[in-house]
């Protein structure tokens, strides 16, 4: 690929360094994703230019006009403290018709709600748990054909957020309270979904038309929270180092899985990424139960991607070396402006 300027969007707090020299392990998991991709970049001869933004567009517009950006590079999750408007940021690109890495508007509005891409999940015949959702200042009720026990998050936040073991309830006492932390402390609606007991899969998925599955990928709960803990993806299994190393908590390829199965879960994962829309790239997550029944839990449209994170990893053993995987999303990125088709 030729030498391009390439705008990296981002939150104000994660511009990383020019070095990771001299900062603790607990400091760069915090930036890790956007040191490595600014840093692989660089090293790639591109001339890269970090940007955080939060709560105005104008510094944005300004770094266009002035930086004429061949590509931007976004690693914003929220806009404005709302992670629903990190589309606007796409649509704002693309009415400036700057080329963008990542997932098109309307993907990133159908994946962000865990109802709606249920729902249209559902609809291709696709396994997906039972769930309702309980908005803001309502009365929590169970509908009867919900049996326990469930899982209660935020409707709209991913990266586990709100997750742990609390989140899993075996009464209608419990969901009430779950649900009211949600409502509380997280600030958004939330869903209650069937507990599907077993392994917790994803799935890389990387193009626009032409879709590339990564291998099955598993996250592995070690001794986390002994013999009765449920093995859930809480929120500190996903980010506290500390506490992953201290329990074992891995991610690697799926042990043991039959190769028919593996290639089933990886070609329903493709069909639930051209039934939300998705393009750039994304990972899908899964819950596989001992009957081998992969059910679809949830989609993230432009997953992190630090090198040790899940996609990379999986990039990584499927032979995209780490530079070669950000060069691909680049590409992906251009190649979509260029045909002039946006799912937006």
């Known amino acids: 690929?030729?030498?391009?300027?390439?705008?990296?969007?981002?939150?104000?707090?994660?511009?990383?360094?020019?070095?990771?020299?001299?900062?603790?392990?607990?400091?760069?998991?915090?930036?890790?994703?956007?040191?490595?991709?600014?840093?692989?970049?660089?090293?790639?001869?591109?001339?890269?230019?970090?940007?955080?933004?939060?709560?105005?567009?104008?510094?944005?517009?300004?770094?266009?006009?002035?930086?004429?950006?061949?590509?931007?590079?976004?690693?914003?999750?929220?806009?404005?403290?709302?992670?629903?408007?990190?589309?606007h940021i796409a649509s704002f690109l693309e009415l400036m018709r700057i080329p963008y890495t990542g997932c098109n508007p309307r993907g990133l509005i159908l994946a962000r709600g865990k109802d709606l891409s249920k729902a249209l999940v559902h609809h291709r015949r696709i396994a997906v748990p039972a769930f309702a959702v309980f908005p803001m200042r309502r009365k929590v009720k169970r509908p009867a054909r919900l049996a326990l026990p469930?899982?209660?998050?935020?409707?709209?936040?991913?990266?586990?957020?709100?997750?742990?073991?609390?989140?899993?309830?075996?009464?209608?006492?419990?969901?009430?309270?779950?649900?009211?932390?949600?409502?509380?402390?997280?600030?958004?609606?939330?869903?209650?979904?069937?507990?599907?007991?077993?392994?917790?899969?994803?799935?890389?998925?990387?193009?626009?038309?032409?879709?590339?599955?990564?291998?099955?990928?598993?996250?592995?709960?070690?001794?986390?929270?002994?013999?009765?803990?449920?093995?859930?993806?809480?929120?500190k299994a996903k980010h506290d180092p500390s506490y992953q190393e201290r329990v074992g908590i891995v991610d690697g390829p799926a042990k043991d899985l039959a190769p028919e199965l593996a290639a089933r879960i990886q070609h329903t994962a493709k069909r639930i990424y051209r039934a939300l829309g998705l393009d750039g790239y994304a990972r899908i997550d899964f819950r596989l139960t001992a009957d081998g029944t992969a059910y679809f839990i949830e989609a993230n449209p432009n997953p992190e991607i630090a090198k040790s994170q899940e996609f990379a990893t999986a990039a990584q053993h499927d032979g995209f070396k780490y530079p070669d995987l950000l060069q691909r999303i680049v590409a992906l990125g251009i190649s979509r402006a260029k045909a002039g088709v946006s799912l937006g």
Do not use: C
């Open 150 to 235: 469930l899982i209660v998050k935020s409707l709209h936040l991913d990266g586990s957020f709100g997750i742990s073991q609390a989140s899993i309830v075996d009464s209608d006492e419990k969901l009430a309270e779950r649900v009211a932390f949600i409502h509380e402390r997280i600030g958004t609606a939330a869903i209650a979904e069937q507990y599907i007991e077993g392994r917790e899969l994803y799935v890389g998925v990387l193009g626009n038309n032409r879709l590339r599955a990564l291998p099955v990928w598993e996250l592995q709960f070690g001794s986390m929270g002994g013999q009765r803990a449920r093995r859930i993806a809480t929120e």
């Open 1 to 87: 690929m030729r030498r391009l300027r390439i705008l990296v969007l981002m939150h104000p707090d994660f511009v990383p360094p020019d070095s990771s020299d001299g900062y603790s392990a607990q400091e760069i998991n915090s930036w890790k994703t956007e040191y490595d991709v600014v840093s692989t970049l660089r090293a790639a001869g591109h001339e890269v230019r970090p940007l955080g933004v939060q709560e105005e567009i104008k510094p944005v517009r300004e770094a266009i006009d002035d930086f004429k950006p061949h590509v931007v590079f976004t690693l914003l999750e929220e806009f404005h403290y709302e992670v629903v408007y990190d589309q």
